[in-house]
C-alpha cells in the first residue's frame, strides 16, 4: 500500500520559515517522483513544486522560485520542502503526492498526473 505522510505545518508571521517533511512508504522511492501541491480557501489545488527520482529533476512554481527548496533524503524515504521567506498569500492546505515515473517531461506537474496523495498539513502565514 502507498502512504505518504505529510507534517510540519504550523502558523508563522511573514517572513518566517518552515520545513514540510512528506514520508513516503509502499513504493520503490528511487523511482518516483514526489509533488508538493496547495489549496488556499476558495482556490484550485495548485502545484508548487516536484522532485523525480528518476531523473533528478526538480520544478517550482513562479510563485514560490527562489524562497522554497525540495529536497529527498532516501535513506529516511522522505521529501522536504523547505519555505523561507514565508507571505501570507502561501497560507494553504500543503499535500504530497507520489507517482511512480515521472520525470522533467511531465512538469509543471499536474494533480492529474499524481495518483497517491497525502492527507495534507496546513500552512498558516500572518501578516
Known amino acids: 500500500e502507498v502512504r505518504l505522510v505529510e507534517s510540519g505545518g504550523g502558523l508563522v508571521q511573514a517572513g518566517g520559515s518552515l520545513r514540510l517533511s512528506c514520508e513516503v512508504s509502499?513504493?520503490?522511492?528511487?523511482?518516483?517522483?514526489i509533488g508538493w501541491f496547495r489549496q488556499a480557501p476558495g482556490k484550485e489545488r495548485e502545484g508548487v513544486s516536484c522532485i523525480s527520482r528518476r531523473d533528478g529533476s526538480t520544478y517550482y512554481a513562479d510563485s514560490v522560485k527562489g524562497r522554497f527548496t525540495i529536497s529527498s533524503d532516501n535513506a529516511k524515504n522522505t521529501v522536504y520542502l523547505q519555505m523561507d521567506s514565508l507571505k501570507p498569500e502561501d497560507t494553504a492546505v500543503y499535500y504530497c503526492a507520489g507517482e511512480r515515473g515521472l520525470t522533467r517531461s511531465w512538469y509543471p506537474p499536474a494533480q492529474r498526473d499524481f495518483g497517491s496523495w497525502g492527507k495534507g498539513t496546513q500552512v498558516t502565514v500572518s501578516s
Open positions: 509502499g513504493f520503490i522511492f528511487d523511482d518516483y517522483a
